[in-house]
């Protein structure tokens, strides 16, 4: 059993930036593959990013790409997501998950645990 809580979001002008952090109970949160992911109203949830186990692997959808960084710190039990250059599409509850199977799924349902999500607003 994982238990997942975010922190970090809030409002932010278009263009400016905003780091969210994970932070994950117990003694195996080096054992999960780790994602976050995204949901705007009405819309379904979204991958945006997701980092291995070792923290050496990363990966991004197309829409973050060079303007978010995933990372994480094993020893503090944390992932870890930069968020620069923000647009107001970037509006949404942000999400963060672990998955016990391989790195680097972008769909929901192959993520084991989930936090309670944190909200990022951006102002245009």
């Known amino acids: 059993q994982v238990q997942l809580v975010e922190s970090g979001g809030g409002l932010v002008q278009a263009g400016g930036s905003l780091g969210l952090s994970c932070a994950a109970s117990?003694?195996?949160?080096?054992?999960?593959?780790m994602g976050w992911f995204r949901q705007a109203p009405g819309k379904g949830r979204e991958f945006v990013a997701a980092?291995?186990?070792?923290?050496?692997?990363?990966y991004y959808a197309d829409s973050v790409k060079g303007r978010f960084t995933i990372s994480r710190d094993n020893d503090k039990n944390t992932v870890y997501l930069q968020m620069k250059s923000l647009k107001p599409e970037d509006t949404a509850v942000y999400y963060c998950?672990?998955?016990?199977?391989?790195?680097?799924?972008?769909?929901?349902?192959?993520?084991?645990?989930w936090g309670q999500g944190t909200q990022v607003t951006v102002s245009s």
């Open positions: 998950a672990a998955d016990s199977g391989p790195p680097g799924s972008m769909q929901v349902s192959h993520y084991d645990y």
């Open positions: 980092i291995n186990r070792s923290g050496a692997g990363t």
């Open positions: 117990g003694r195996t949160f080096r054992r999960y593959a």
